[in-house]
């Protein structure tokens, strides 16, 4: 029975090496991935289990980018990575494709916290992995904002993709966002806002075409470049702004924008546009979730 226990340990020490994390004893790194920024990925199509036969291939090279970046985090130091699928049903990421060492969160809980969820003041970096541009983006593959309704959304006055936002989400938290990769575009515009992040800029858009890497030779660049990143975290500082939050919300969708009107707080400033003030970042992501359905 000894012999017993004592096998049953060993096994849960290599299961579950979060446990020394979750104490504050080991480094842990969050990654959100979406799809439209991996590598390969050109059409809106290829990235929806209903549009094409195509989805199949491509979750799996966005699960192949998924566990680079969480080996680069564990070569790292890392003793904890959560893995966030971020797109979608976010039920993409194929769990046997991902490095076995990794926590995946699959599905939307419905919080505020979406592509974020799971992140609180514990973890010591963020990364972001697949992500793309902000709606309207010239030269950017699959630009968008959240859903298809959103043309813009900015806080502060500061225009934001879906990075930005995000990174906000890491910054009430302290935690800072080390690295992005996806397209060119999106590459740049977390320069322009962060500052000081890294990035890997897996294809470069040319108008709705894209010239894109190898997937393998992504992968490469993903994982050395987590692993650079999260061992210099000390570089970067999270992404913050002073409160209070003015998020000015616009929209093309006239029913959409009728309707967010009438959530508590919320404000049409335009005849696309909804406005909500708060001091509270969360209460801004709740309206920011609830208004542009």
Same mark, same amino acid.
């Given at each position: ?6 096998? %049953? ?9 979060? @446990? ?24 809106? =199509? =290829?990235? *929806? ?5 195509? #989805?199949?291939? $491509?979750?799996?090279?966005? *699960?192949? =980018? ?20 971020? !797109? ?42 697949? #992500? ?11 630009? !968008?904002? *959240?859903?298809? @309704? ?9 225009? %934001? ?11 009430? #938290? ?19 806002? $962060? ?49 209070? #939050? ?12 009728? *309707?967010?009107? $009438? ?12 406005? &909500? ?12 979730? &609830?208004?542009?359905?």
């Amino acid at each position: 029975m000894k012999k017993v226990l004592i096998s %049953l340990m060993a096994v849960l020490l290599v299961l579950l090496p979060s @446990v020394a994390a979750r104490e504050g004893q080991g480094l842990k790194v969050f990654i959100s991935v979406d799809m439209e920024g991996v590598a390969g990925v050109v059409a809106s =199509e =290829e990235c *929806s289990r209903a549009a094409s036969d195509d #989805y199949q291939y $491509f979750r799996r090279l966005m *699960s192949l =980018e998924a566990s680079a970046a969480a080996e680069g985090a564990f070569a790292a130091g890392a003793t904890e990575v959560w893995v966030r699928d971020a !797109h979608g049903s976010a039920r993409n990421i194929l769990p046997d494709l991902l490095d076995k060492r990794a926590l995946l969160l699959r599905d939307w809980s419905g919080g505020p916290k979406v592509m974020m969820e799971g992140l609180d003041g514990t973890f010591d970096a963020a990364v972001f992995i697949g #992500y793309h541009a902000k709606a309207g983006t010239p030269d950017a593959t699959i630009e !968008h904002t *959240s859903s298809g @309704v959103v043309t813009d959304i900015s806080i502060n006055g500061v225009s %934001l993709p879906e990075a930005g936002y995000n990174a906000l989400m890491a910054g009430l #938290y302290g935690v800072p966002v080390v690295f992005v990769a996806g397209d060119k575009a999106v590459c740049d515009q977390v320069k322009a806002l $962060f500052g000081e992040v890294d990035t890997a800029a897996v294809k470069e858009g040319i108008g709705n075409a894209a010239l894109c890497f190898h997937p393998e030779a992504a992968r490469d660049m993903i994982r050395a470049g987590v692993e650079k990143s999260v061992r210099e975290r000390a570089r970067f500082k999270p992404y913050k702004m002073k409160p209070p #939050y003015t998020m000015v919300l616009k929209l093309k969708d006239e029913k959409v924008v009728n *309707s967010g009107q $009438f959530y508590p707080g919320a404000v049409r400033t335009g005849d696309w546009e909804l406005t &909500f003030k708060s001091d509270d970042f969360m209460e801004v992501m709740k309206a920011f979730s &609830f208004t542009r359905r």
